[in-house]
């Protein structure tokens, strides 16, 4: 690139008067300008702006898409005369490759909105898109049309994507075929592909792109979503009997999954900001599959900046979701270096990788599995090129299998996905670097906007909805109640309204699609099925007709009276069996309750577990925060308090004295073990229960799942009102919650009941 020299001599002579000699002066704006577009610089234009070209939708900017100010005050790229910077019209690949048929209409080159149709020579049969349109991305609507006839071999024809060439034509078990791009296109994706034994070609289909070909959002999380759902859920199956769909969550292999956005200087500062969001969007979405992957997340340009370290996942302590969202979140650019060093980001990984080997041992390593994610632009203009990095990390993950044919075995052990991002990509630099089987790894953006989005949509909500307690804790968009209802998709309102109108008003739990738990004194003598009404709103018809309600057989609320209680509360649970089913969705969902494989599912209990490892984990300390629901207009709020156990119950428990109606002495006659025990002010100010909260779940949330562990059922004072909400403790003030570790054998005879085929039975543990 030529040096052009943009200060006159005089100019030079002021500026190394004012600048000591140190500089020239600035790069200077022009001949700059393109016909058709407009250009932005990051830093005006000092040394290291970049000039950026914009082209509105369907052309780019063309020779260059960037222009750099470098040290010596030259932009890099300079102008040239005979070609003026401009914006040109998209262009689609050739589709004129296609074999065995003909395309509409004929032309040499091929626009954005043209169209194209296809039609087969005739005893040839069309797969594909009979019809295609140029996208303003570069692409062809559809999918590539192949024209084929019955020939006997093992796969069909793989057919050649538009601007592409293909060598091979048999298709038999194990036979190749091979792609390449043409003339000024670049091939991503598979450029080779095999013929398996089950009639599958290997690999995913390749695309030739331009350097204008982007990626659109809704690509990029269709395809990289399909890839990272295989690489969350692999090994071990596990088969989800509620929504009759089999899902495949890896329980005990160890994921390690390694993140590097790029800050250099060809990376604007707003494309950082939007890679950390993304970035959280997708920690938070993995961790909703019910794994627990292992993270390291660096930010690099010349330097490393080591955000969240992978080793200490390995230091037997467990390190909080919420602490590594934390650390991206306060990541901020410093100062920006000029460089970008893609190997020293491979060798870190690397030598963490390493590491991670020798403390988990040369047996262990082999069920790890790795993941990479970078976001960066494959500007490395400095420690060179990271494939002999990458060639000794694969030896690694594939334990230097030299026969090809188990190196292939171990390939799903690494993942490496880039995300080209910048103004501009180097394409050829990254696109080697990319590791992993089946689908696309490599995605071009053009802006990562969308991207934070992008990773909320790659999970499909379909493939999990069946998960107990799976729920959204954040939600930006969208109006209060439907955010409730994703946070709290379990919730369900019933109201009891008796033949002589008097009504009462509870909160339930769903716990599987036909059943809501909720608290037996909801019910009085005399209630039939057709006075309970249960509104939960699965977009099928808000309110659910009855068909059963079931009592604890041991709740009796006189059953103490002799001895002093004259309401006494224990066993104060119900099931709720409704007519017909509710529609399971991202915001209507059962909970998990205890004692059952899922629950030890979703605590990441590993093998074999019982109810108590699971009582231990929830209820542990002489303190456990819990939560449960208030009814607020048509949608809920949230209400704290703390389970006070082992040494602190004695003394929460005695305030049950307190209550006119007992006259027992001691508070255990009122209050059994079944109970757990909420309210006061220390140490910490609880929150109440009011009437209208009975029945409603006590919960605890364990990452991204909910567990019930208890039922709201009486209190000491009432200090909500008519009015309920959101109401503080005094002193003296308390709560009891029919513990659900204790109710389990009633939950399980209907719950678990496998004698009937009404409905789909959760599993419960054996003990
Ligand atoms: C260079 O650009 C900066 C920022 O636009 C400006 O403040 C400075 O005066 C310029 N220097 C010269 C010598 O033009
Ligand atoms: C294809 O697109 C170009 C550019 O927009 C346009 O000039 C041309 O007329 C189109 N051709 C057809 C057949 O529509
Ligand atoms: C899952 O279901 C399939 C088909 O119903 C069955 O063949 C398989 O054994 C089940 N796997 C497990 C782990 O239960
Ligand atoms: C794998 O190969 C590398 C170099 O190719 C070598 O240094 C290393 O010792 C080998 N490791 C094993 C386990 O054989
Ligand atoms: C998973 O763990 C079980 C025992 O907990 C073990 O038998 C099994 O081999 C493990 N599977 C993998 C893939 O590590
Ligand atoms: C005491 O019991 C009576 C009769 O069951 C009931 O109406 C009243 O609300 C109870 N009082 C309190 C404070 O619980």
Not at 47 to 76: A, F, N
Not at 498 to 506: L, M
Not at 527 to 543: L, T, W, Y
Not at 675 to 684: A, H, Q, R, V
Request: glycine share 8%.
């Amino acid at each position: 690139m030529g040096f052009a020299v943009h200060c006159s001599w005089l100019a030079a002579l002021l500026c190394l008067h004012f600048f000591g000699g140190q500089v020239c002066c600035n790069c200077t704006e022009e001949n700059m300008e393109i016909a058709g577009g407009h250009y932005t610089l990051t830093k005006q234009l000092q040394k290291g702006s970049l000039l950026i070209y914009h082209c509105s939708e369907g052309y780019y900017p063309y020779p260059v898409m960037t222009r750099l100010c470098q040290h010596d005050d030259s932009w890099r790229m300079a102008p040239r005369r005979f070609t003026p910077q401009r914006c040109r019209v998209v262009e689609c690949p050739d589709p004129n490759v296609m074999e065995y048929g003909e395309v509409f209409p004929p032309q040499e080159k091929y626009f954005v909105k043209n169209e194209t149709t296809y039609e087969c020579y005739s005893g040839y049969t069309m797969r594909g898109s009979a019809r295609r349109v140029c996208l303003p991305n570069g692409k062809w609507s559809g999918s590539t049309p192949i024209c084929s006839r019955e020939s006997g071999h093992n796969c069909a024809d793989p057919g050649i994507p538009a601007g592409a060439s293909k060598a091979g034509n048999i298709f038999g078990i194990d036979e190749t075929v091979k792609y390449s791009c043409n003339s000024n296109l670049f091939l991503v994706g598979s450029s080779e592909r095999v013929c398996l034994e089950n009639g599958q070609w290997s690999g995913k289909e390749p695309a030739c792109y331009y350097k204008h070909t982007y990626d659109t959002s809704l690509e990029v999380s269709q395809a990289f979503g399909s890839s990272i759902r295989e690489s969350l859920t692999t090994l071990e199956s596990l088969n989800d009997t509620q929504a009759g769909k089999t899902i495949r969550i890896s329980k005990n292999g160890t994921l390690n999954i390694y993140i590097a956005v790029d800050i250099s200087e060809s990376i604007e500062e707003k494309d950082v900001t939007k890679a950390k969001d993304a970035i959280i969007t997708l920690i938070k979405k993995i961790a909703s599959f019910t794994v627990d992957p292992n993270y390291e997340i660096v930010f690099f340009s010349s330097d490393l900046y080591e955000v969240v370290n992978i080793l200490d996942f390995f230091g037997g302590k467990k390190v909080e979701l919420n602490a590594i969202i934390k650390k991206v979140e306060d990541f901020k650019v410093g100062q920006k270096n000029t460089g970008t060093d893609l190997n020293l980001l491979f060798k870190k990984f690397e030598q963490q990788m390493a590491v991670i080997k020798i403390r988990v041992g040369k047996e262990q390593f082999k069920e790890h599995r790795h993941v990479f994610i970078l976001f960066t632009d494959g500007a490395y203009n400095m420690g060179g090129s990271p494939e002999p990095t990458l060639v000794r990390i694969k030896n690694m993950v594939y334990m230097n299998h030299t026969v090809e044919q188990e190196a292939q075995s171990r390939e799903e052990y690494l993942d490496i996905y880039i995300f080209a991002i910048g103004n501009e990509i180097f394409d050829d630099d990254l696109q080697p670097l990319v590791t992993g089987l089946g689908g696309k790894h490599y995605f071009r953006m053009k802006d990562i906007e969308d991207l934070q989005e992008t990773f909320d949509a790659i999970i499909d909500e379909e493939e999990v909805k069946g998960l107990c307690g799976l729920h959204k804790e954040y939600e930006m968009f969208g109006n209060a109640q439907e955010a409730a209802r994703k946070k709290y998709p379990w919730w369900a309102f019933i109201t009891i309204q008796n033949d002589e109108g008097k009504s009462r008003s509870c909160i339930g739990s769903l716990v599987n699609p036909y059943f809501v738990l909720t608290a037996a004194h909801c019910f009085k003598f005399g209630d039939e099925q057709k006075h309970v009404k249960v509104e939960i709103d699965d977009g099928q018809g808000r309110v659910k007709q009855v068909k059963d309600f079931i009592l604890h057989p041991k709740y009796n609320i006189n059953g103490k009276v002799k001895e002093g209680v004259l309401e006494f509360y224990d066993y104060d649970v119900a099931l709720i069996q409704l007519e017909e089913y509710v529609q399971i969705s991202s915001s209507v969902r059962p909970i998990c309750i205890p004692c059952t494989q899922e629950t030890s599912d979703a605590l990441q209990l590993v093998g074999v577990s019982t109810c108590k490892q699971q009582e231990e984990l929830l209820l542990k300390n002489d303190l456990e925060r819990v939560s449960f629901l208030t009814k607020r207009g048509s949608s809920v709020d949230e209400k704290d308090a703390h389970a006070k156990l082992g040494g602190s119950r004695v003394d929460c428990i005695k305030h049950a004295l307190e209550v006119p109606n007992i006259t027992a002495t001691d508070p255990k006659v009122a209050v059994t073990d079944n109970f757990l025990c909420t309210g006061g002010l220390t140490p910490f100010r609880d929150h109440v229960a009011c009437k209208g909260d009975s029945g409603g779940a006590v919960f605890k949330n364990y990452e991204h799942r909910t567990i019930q562990v208890a039922l709201v059922s009486w209190g000491t004072k009432d200090l909500c009102g008519s009015g309920g909400g959101i109401v503080e403790s005094d002193q003296t003030s308390r709560d009891f919650h029919i513990n659900l570790f204790r109710v389990v054998d009633f939950l399980k005879t209907i719950l678990g009941n496998d004698e009937q085929d009404e409905y789909s039975t959760l599993e419960f543990l054996k003990d």
